[in-house]
Nanobody
Framework: QVQLVESGGGLVQAGGSLRLSCRAS????????MDWYRQAPGKQRELVAG???????TYADSMKGRFTISRDNAKNTVYLQMNSLKPEDTAVYYC?????????WGQGTQVTVSS
């Protein structure tokens, strides 16, 4: 079992940056894959970015070049650096992983980008 706690959300102007953190309640060294999703009002939850235990990363097309996912196994934390933010990036951002076939989600952190 693992608990995920996100932090770092907030209100930022378009073009600004935020760094989200997702801290796990246990070591993530052996967790193969961790990712970030987001959900905007009235829309489905969508994958933002993912990172493997080996450091391989994937991004949704609209985030490539603006967002960077990273992990610090020593701190049990996954990060999402978001640059050049746009109003359409406004959403609740969730940390997610799967351990032994069970999905785990954080409570989410709100990101609001003003124009």
């Amino acid at each position: 079992q693992v608990q995920l706690v996100e932090s770092g959300g907030g209100l930022v102007q378009a073009g600004g940056s935020l760094r989200l953190s997702c801290r796990a309640s246990r070591s993530i060294f052996s967790i193969n894959y961790m990712d970030w999703y987001r959900q905007a009002p009235g829309k489905q939850r969508e994958l933002v970015a993912g990172i493997s235990s080996g450091g391989s990363t994937t991004y949704a097309d609209s985030m490539k070049g603006r967002f960077t996912i990273s992990r610090d196994n020593a701190k049990n934390t996954v990060y999402l650096q978001m640059n050049s933010l746009k109003p359409e990036d406004t959403a609740v951002y969730y940390c997610h992983t799967i351990v032994r076939s069970t999905n785990y989600w954080g409570q989410g952190t709100q990101v609001t980008v003003s124009s």
